[in-house]
């Protein structure tokens, strides 16, 4: 009896060290961001923003899995997210760089290079403030919202997240600024004026890459 008792403490204390260890990696799983991690697909290039590991609960115990966040865009104007979920890492990425490429919009940006002006999002508890910036400004952005403008092709941007640090909500904030964001020529169009007229600058104050625009 005491031998059966032995082997059976040994075999619980075996499977907590087991689950103790599957936890430690799972942790690491956690900890992952994908600050560093670019792929190129053709003229696509996504940046992996979070993996979190999820659990659910079914009659036998949990059921461990993981979703990760993923941004998109050809790095030209056009930008999207996706979140998957998978039993594997590799394929909760999959799943999230193609809903990310479906998921896309196009973004107008003065001389390819910043917003034609300033933005505000909100999404839950997450809002941003972006704004344009002049040339030589570089990305100051932090976290998920950098990976936007990565992948979207903003060189000069200024960005400040108000609120909530959670990667999901700052992005989906990000993308609702991103929304609103409007060129001249869209402005013109809509008031039935010329752009020129827009910018306030008439006939010989225009600059060539305002006639482009009207054009």
């Known amino acids: 009896m005491a ?4 082997r059976g403490e040994q075999g619980e204390g075996g499977d907590s060290s087991q689950q103790r260890g599957r936890g430690r990696g ?6 992952e961001r994908g600050g560093d991690r670019d792929r190129g697909d053709g003229e696509i290039v996504d940046k992996l923003v979070a993996v979190n590991r999820v659990a659910k609960v079914v009659k036998g115990g949990r059921r461990f899995g993981f979703a990760a966040l993923v941004v998109a865009g050809d790095q030209k104007g056009r930008v999207g997210y996706g979140h998957g979920k998978a039993r594997e890492v ?5 799943k999230a760089t193609e809903a990310a490429k479906r998921a896309m919009i196009r973004v107008p940006l ?4 910043t917003l034609h002006h300033d933005l505000s999002g909100t999404y839950g508890a997450g ?4 704004r344009a910036a002049p040339p030589g400004t570089g990305i100051i952005a932090g976290g ?3 990976a936007v403008f990565e992948t979207l092709g903003i060189a000069d941007v200024v960005a400040k997240s108000i609120g909530t640090s959670n990667p999901y909500n700052m992005v989906k904030a990000t993308f609702a600024a991103l929304k609103s964001a409007m060129s001249p020529r869209l402005v013109a169009a809509r008031r039935g004026r010329s752009v020129n007229q827009i910018l306030g600058r008439a006939g010989k104050g225009a600059t060539a890459a305002e006639a482009e625009l009207e054009a």
């Open 3 to 6: 031998d059966k008792a032995g």
């Open 110 to 113: 003065r001389e390819g290079r």
């Open 90 to 94: 590799p394929e909760a990425i999959r």
């Open 26 to 31: 799972d942790r690491g799983g956690d900890r």
């Open 144 to 146: 998920p919202m950098r």
């Open 127 to 130: 809002r941003v403030v972006v």
